[in-house]
């Protein structure tokens, strides 16, 4: 995890008293991520991502972590694993942290000694045994965001076609193969297209379409060609007036 990844983080844990500033409240969110100093090092720990919360009782998490060993001159980032027994206070709005282990420790910016020295420091404020707390609200909305849906939606690459007239013309588009329906209870003498958004009637082989104030008219209702009707059925004038 790269220094961008690990700035993107929401929040942060709350750890044990040394990680808390005076008259800060620990359970707020936006106070994080949470810092503090050993020796000549310093550690930020992130509010974690939960992978599971089963029941809300067992926490399994992975945590942004930054470390500025003693002598750098810039922190470097990296991420743990945290698994834990968790205890609910409904009531304060937080979440007490049991006895936890932490492992899986990723310093990719570091060397294998570097990074065995940012692991002991990160433990060393991660006790197993150390008070830590996370808000409720935090700790649900990542939940929330953990079950949501990550499935790959298939995507078509292919380009749709494309249609070109060199003289004015109407695109007639249909969802699916033309549906046509009567337009009178079960009467199949008059029928009316239900699939588009065009006024589009069939009476017996003949196809109308409503252009603008022209009725124009085919027989062939893929191919064409539409000239303008010369009249409309009388059947036309018995259209309700409706949708």
């Not at 942004?64 to 694993?81: C, N």
């Not at 932490?102 to 990074?115: C, I, K, L, Q």
């Not at 009567?182 to 003498?189: R, T, W």
């Amino acid at each position: 995890m790269n220094r961008r990844h690990a700035l993107a983080a929401v929040a942060a844990l709350t750890l044990s008293s040394s990680l808390r500033a005076a008259g800060e409240d620990v359970l707020d969110p936006e106070s994080w991520p949470r810092s503090c100093k050993v020796g000549g090092a310093e550690i930020a720990i992130y509010m974690p991502q939960i992978l599971e919360w089963s029941e809300f009782r067992h926490l399994k998490a992975n945590a942004a972590i930054g470390v500025k060993l003693e002598g750098s001159a810039e922190a470097s980032y990296g991420a743990a694993a945290i698994e834990a027994d968790t205890i609910t206070d409904f009531d304060r709005g937080s979440v007490s942290i049991g006895k936890r282990t932490v492992s899986g420790f990723r310093f990719p910016e570091m060397d294998a000694a570097t990074a065995a020295q940012a692991e002991a420091l990160v433990r060393s404020v991660l006790a197993p045994d150390s008070s830590m707390e996370l808000p409720l609200d935090a700790m649900t909305a990542a939940v929330d965001r953990a079950d949501a849906s990550t499935a790959d939606t298939p995507v078509s690459l292919e380009p749709p076609p494309t249609f070109f007239s060199d003289s004015p013309a109407v695109l007639v588009v249909f969802i699916g193969e033309p549906k046509l329906e009567p337009v009178k209870g079960d009467d199949p003498s008059l029928m009316f297209a239900a699939n588009t958004n065009w006024d589009l009637l069939v009476e017996g082989t003949d196809y109308y379409l409503l252009a603008g104030s022209q009725w124009l008219v085919t027989k062939d209702l893929s191919k064409g060609p539409w000239t303008l009707a010369a009249g409309i059925p009388d059947s036309f004038k018995r259209l309700p007036d409706d949708g």
